[in-house]
């Protein structure tokens, strides 16, 4: 699903983000009515806490969301953003100074709670826009926030419908959109290019299993992101406890995270100096 900043409007409700450890600092700016208004609700910035400033008529005036003390923001990045999937449907922007990593969690954190999976059933969800803050490089925060959203997909995705080849088709797809090249080892073929570590992993199920090597970029320094990409299970005994079989769907995620390149190692499925995810 695209997860994307809502176009600027004049009628954006404003959202004031108010820390624990200095509510004044947000409190003090408020009108009269909505400090009082805050006072009689006992809002004081707790973490996660969620406030409308109502007006006279009924309409909201403005949002208050408290992001806790500093303690809790060192725990939690996004406090904001998991609010924010509480507000009513509406377009809204940031009121107030932000530094810039601040900016940019607050964000990112907001487009994140947009994220549903909706491969198989349901209607849109609710949209709660964001205005982009300005100050922020939108465009690379839009990227983080698609990349996070494809990982959860294919986590999402049942093990009957994510296996070896149909990560290998995410991958595919995801190498056509921007460009790259990619090259697939699949199977046997596996022990003719030296990584049996995969091969051995994945023999077992009838879905073979894939090095899957994607590359872009012709200039700059090369950064290798290495993962391997477990696709539920590939058969075999299992010997994990059953509260850990609920969180093997995840295994799949790996194939999306950061690397070192070793380029003194050439056996296994671990180290090679090329980008790549494994599905076995």
Known sequence: MSLSFAAPTADAIPVHVVDADAPDAVLSTLSGTQRNWAKAQGFSGGAGAVLSLPTADGTTDGVLIGAGDAKARARKRFIVGGAAASLPEGTYRLAGDHDPQTLEEIALGW??????????????????????????????????????????????????????????????????????????????????????????????????????????????PTLTLVGKGVCFDTGGLNIKPGSSMGLMNGRCAGAGRRGKARPDRVDGDADRCRPRGCGG
């Open 111 to 220: 487009l994140l709670s947009g994220y549903h999976f909706t491969r198989y059933a349901g209607s849109p969800p609710k949209t709660r826009g964001l205005v982009a803050p300005e100050g922020i490089d939108v465009a690379r925060i839009e990227a983080l926030a698609a990349g996070e959203a494809l990982t959860r997909d294919l986590i999402n995705t049942p093990a009957s419908d994510m296996g070896p080849a149909e990560l290998e088709d995410a991958a595919r797809a995801l190498a056509d959109q921007h460009g790259a090249k990619m090259s697939v080892v699949t199977g046997d073929d596996l022990l003719t290019a030296n990584f049996p570590m995969i091969h051995t992993v994945g023999r077992a199920s009838i879905r073979q299993p894939r090095l899957i090597d994607i590359r872009w970029g012709e200039e700059g």
